[in-house]
């Protein structure tokens, strides 16, 4: 695949084409371009793009629908807690908190329902984009001191008594593409070349595996690829840094869970030999597949394999407590009530009635927000079954 750069950032592009210029055999992994183009600390994406999200950006969330979302998460959060036996201080960790929207509807709901949750709360944000940590620390004002920001390395092992939770966090991270190329396992990389264009070309090249812990994971997950099963050309991902994440995660963990919302399949349907990968970008709340246009300006994601988050969390210690999807999750945690309350409420007005039951009905959508996987693992804990897996597990 090639394609100019026109529509992008052109520094990021630049600095980007210094990086491949720079590296051996003049290309960078796919991994390392896409951290480049979300994470790079001047121009990437979440720098310089990171506040256009909602609605009127280029994609939204969960928590961009109203408030139910955090506040229904807030109910399990205290459920935790109590299983827990009321530990002070208990710490809730978001790991990419956005714009902090959703943060500040889990606050407002314990001060307002749960105040002595509240007085035991230690909310810690882990947050990669200053840009993104200035608008939370500004909508979060009246929290601040409830809240700490800081990097999951400034966190002591075995020091977490409590919750580390993310949502459509690990999605956007860094992913290496893989391919069938004469029936042999190989490695997509981003190089350049120079076009009539006045800018660099980004394109892409098949070479040897990067690492070696690429194969690791297809033994870890027990994928056989590449087999006679995978076409010639087959190409996928390989999100090698869920797991790295994971593992520090576990690591910082002395007693609680670990909840993941996200996108994704269990590794026999993401290597589904007929499923040619499932990398995403997103711009203006278009959809396509194409991440060397508008670099820099537009999201690029792929779905989260929860089998390997699953089997690797029980290697770091983590225990599976359950897997489900988020619509089972949140009618189990009371959106189901919220939604038959609605023909009892006296809204503003119908348009704001008809919306609320937009919304919440979104949350619930298979095919949408509501067929979002959650999986929660634990790590020295009480066989509880927690209210949000009150139903069949997937």
């Known amino acids: 695949m090639t394609q100019l750069v026109s529509d992008s950032h052109p520094t990021l592009c630049e600095a980007i084409a210094l990086r491949i210029a720079e590296s051996p055999q003049q290309r960078i992994t796919f991994a390392e371009y896409m951290d480049l183009v979300l994470y790079h600390p001047q121009h990437g994406y979440y720098t310089t793009h990171a506040t256009k999200l909602g609605k009127q950006g280029d994609f ?3 928590p961009h629908l109203g408030a139910d979302f955090g506040e229904l998460l807030a109910e399990q959060f205290l459920q935790i807690w109590e299983i827990l036996e009321k530990p002070i201080p208990f710490t809730l960790l978001e790991m990419g908190a956005g714009q902090g929207i959703l943060a500040l509807d889990i606050l407002n709901y314990l001060e307002r329902h749960y105040p002595d949750f509240l007085a035991a709360l230690n909310y810690v944000i882990i947050e990669r984009s200053p840009t993104l940590i200035q608008e939370q620390q500004q909508r979060l004002q009246k929290y601040h001191n409830r809240l700490q920001w800081l990097t999951l390395a400034e966190i002591p092992d075995n020091s977490i008594v ?5 949502n459509e966090l690990v999605d956007a991270f860094p992913v290496h593409q893989i391919t069938i190329k004469n029936g042999q396992l190989r490695e997509i990389y981003v190089t350049t070349q120079k076009t009539t264009d ?4 980004f394109a892409e090249v098949v070479g040897e595996v990067s690492t070696a812990r690429i194969f690791d994971y297809f033994d870890l997950i027990k994928i056989a690829l590449p087999s006679p099963a995978y ?5 996928s991902e390989v999100n090698l840094a869920a797991l790295d994440w994971l593992k520090t995660v576990a690591a910082k963990l002395q007693r609680g869970y670990v909840l ?5 399949y269990s590794a026999s349907r993401y290597y589904n030999p007929f499923r040619q990968g499932t990398l995403q970008c997103y711009y203006r709340h278009h959809r396509h ?7 820099g300006k537009q999201d690029i994601t792929a779905h989260v394999d929860f089998t390997a988050l699953q089997v690797w969390g029980e290697l770091c210690g983590l225990t599976t407590v359950g897997l489900t999807q988020q619509g089972l999750f949140l009618m189990a945690l009371g959106l189901g009530n919220r939604i038959a309350a609605l023909a009892t409420l006296s809204p503003p007005s119908v348009q704001k009635l008809l919306q609320r039951r937009d919304s919440l009905h979104q949350l619930l959508d298979p095919i949408g927000l509501g067929g979002f996987n959650v999986l929660v693992q634990g790590k020295a804990i009480a066989q509880t079954l927690l209210k949000g897996l009150n139903s069949p597990l997937i």
Not at 162 to 166: D, T
Not at 198 to 201: H, K, R, S
Not at 260 to 264: E, K, M, P, Q, V
């Open 60 to 62: 939204f969330t969960s």
């Open 162 to 166: 409590g919750c580390c939770f993310s």
């Open 198 to 201: 006045p800018q660099a070309t």
């Open 231 to 235: 076409p010639e050309g087959y190409r």
């Open 260 to 264: 993941t919302i996200d996108y994704g």
């Open 289 to 295: 597949n194409n991440p060397y246009i508008y670099v």
